[in-house]
């Protein structure tokens, strides 16, 4: 998962006044993986001495105890480790390599420089990348906009989004990696069709009945749309779905739905998604 460097003590700033009484938090500003990070004062040096002593004090143990469960975790511990030292994953991680005018491209913002590291990890064969949008620094509530509902999306979250997206798809379009993943752009819940929060009467409040979600790339044909809402975005109306269709479309892109069989403690089969299927959106 994409997150910020912990090592930043970078403040947001309530620039633009969008909220009242809210405190000021601390905010990362500078962009890592904190789990493919070394804590500060840890060189790789130091690192390695560490882990060698590690190797020492569980010699004993691993000699006696030679249980499946126990080569699992030392099969994850060296993997880690691989991780952390590896100059491959260290370049993944070294968004400074890119040109200037590509970054611009994406935006300069800690999202849109995110969405530029998703295409780098994936570009490096990264399997799965989790991307969490973050609070832009004038903004308290992210796409959560119980106040100001209207100014926050026109003028903050929604051009960051478009120039981060249709940045992230064209590049991996032009450098023939758009076939290869499944972009997912989705949340927990929608909004409320009309506005009026209880927080500000000018927000909008969450709204589980009806929501969008984005999918691109992996196969998907482009300018489709399935489903949709009354005239409102308050309730569907065509063809309704469900979290777990999203979920077997993602299955469906990664060749494993067919796979999802488990028994029950009679012995019968039966699908970890019964009552989900992939939404008819490839070839």
């Known amino acids: 998962m994409i997150r910020f460097d912990p090592k930043s003590t970078a403040r947001r700033g309530d620039t633009s006044k969008l909220w009242k009484s809210k405190p000021i938090e601390a905010r990362w500003e500078s962009l890592a993986i904190p789990q493919l990070t070394l804590r500060q004062g840890v060189d790789y040096d130091r690192f390695a001495a560490r882990r060698t002593l590690q190797d020492q004090l569980e010699q004993f143990q691993r000699t006696r105890d030679a249980s499946s469960a126990t080569s699992g975790y030392q099969r994850f511990q060296q993997q880690a480790h691989t991780l952390l030292t590896s100059p491959d994953a260290k370049r993944a991680l070294d968004i400074e390599e890119e040109p200037a005018k590509l970054r611009d491209r994406y935006g300069r913002t800690i999202n849109g420089q995110s969405a530029l590291m998703c295409r780098r990890l994936v570009e490096a064969g990264v399997p799965f990348v989790n991307f969490q ?22 003028t903050l979250q929604l051009p960051a989004l478009d120039q981060a997206l249709s940045s992230l798809l064209l590049d991996l379009e032009e450098r023939g990696l758009l076939e290869t993943p499944l972009i997912v752009v989705a949340s927990d ?95």
């Open 133 to 154: 949008w973050l609070a832009p620094r004038e903004y308290h509530y992210n796409w959560d906009t119980h106040e100001q509902n209207f100014r926050a999306l026109k």
């Open 189 to 283: 819940m929608g909004r409320t069709p009309k506005v009026g929060d209880p927080l500000s009467s000018t927000g909008r409040n969450h709204w589980n009945y009806c929501q969008t979600a984005l999918l691109a790339g992996g196969g998907i044909r482009g300018g489709q749309s399935y489903g949709a809402s009354d005239k409102i975005g308050a309730y569907p109306i065509d063809s309704p779905i469900q979290p777990e269709h999203i979920a077997a479309t993602v299955y469906d892109a990664l060749g494993i739905y067919d796979n999802l069989w488990a028994t029950n403690f009679l012995d019968q089969p039966f699908h970890l998604l019964e009552k989900g299927h992939p939404l008819p959106l490839f070839g």
